[in-house]
């Protein structure tokens, strides 16, 4: 093969960690091998029928052709009164933008913001897929880490050192994906402060998790009216209402920047699938599924208890998501006899292989020292996966 035939773009960029680690796990289930898969950030649930139901009549009802590139009419104003209703933000059918899934939107928003060398701070952990998108976008991540000690939340003198001429960007989600944090509108606060000072920084509010909330409730950046005209709100419907395969997301910024997202969407894939748009619609409308989120809260308590049994896992207590991110560095430099575990890396690939549980390393997400578990699966998977990651642990505690 031609060595130069691949681009260095694609030369460089890692393959997302959580997808291979789903691919390996269903790999060995394949060949029979029984795997508690705690690796994909993706409701268990099915999406609930009353959204299917209206889906369905949208295809009766002709909803089969190309959509507009910004999105259908009525789901953006479906958007709209969302952000009215729950967040008190208020926004107009130019400033709303339905993308394929939130992903999407975040892709967009760095190609029509970033110039090659422009910084993005971002806030650490992250969601897999920031740091590459960043880099696709010919940006330069800068690194703001939080530890557990901190609930993986950056406080706002970090933020302010972390600024330089050359930022661009601020890229964050609350809650987040990998450790469940939330960030309270009075943490926010602080963080707006520091930023209202740099009125040339954009931010990036990853959204998707809102609905999956078992604290206080959903607090926005944007909620601060010196800064809403710079804040991006990127949301979806995968999590909140176990719509992950549906891939409908959306966006809403100031016009100017609406509008140049837009443009990138044109030319790459166009508008999201019409009656997945409609239905989109509908959900929205109704509102968060309860259920849904109180299973998800009775199996967050259980799992938290029990990683909390297993010597030397540091756990945190996360209100919202569906992920736990121990720290299990201390297992770092320990040998099972066989085995000596050098990283999360090893961790999680000797868990799979040796004990059957699917995880993802906290390397990709920055934050080598932790381990994502997602307990979006049943209260029995989480109670037979700690049983297995307990008897793992045990072999190293020599």
Sequence with gaps: MNKNLLSNRVKNMPESATLKMAQMARDLKSRGVDIVDMSLGEPDFDTPADIKERAKIALDEGYTKYTPVPGLPVLREAVIHKLKRDNNLDYNMDQIVVTN?????????????????????????YWVSYDSIIKIAEGVPVIVSAGIEQDFKILPEQLEAAITPKTKLVLFSSPSN????????????????????????????????EYINFGKGHASIAAFDYLKDRVIIVNGMSKGFAMTGWRIGYMAANAEIAKSCVKIQGQFTSGANSFGQVAAAYALNHGIYNEMVDKFNERRKVFIKLLKEIPGFKVNEPTGAFYLFPDISYYFGKSNGKITINSSIDFSEHLLNDAHVAT?????????ECLRFSYATSMENIIEATKRVKEFAKGFEQ
Aim: proline fraction near 9%; include cysteine.
């Design 101 to 125: 899934g939130a992903k999407q939107a975040i892709a967009n928003i760095c190609l029509a913001l970033l110039n090659p060398g422009d910084e993005v701070v971002l806030f650490t952990p």
């Design 360 to 368: 993802v390393a906290g390397t990709p997400f920055g934050a080598p």
């Design 178 to 209: 990998p450790t469940g944090s939330v960030y309270s509108s009075k943490e926010l606060e602080e963080l707006a402060k520091v930023l209202k000072k740099y009125p040339d920084i954009h931010i990036i509010s990853d959204e998707i998790y």
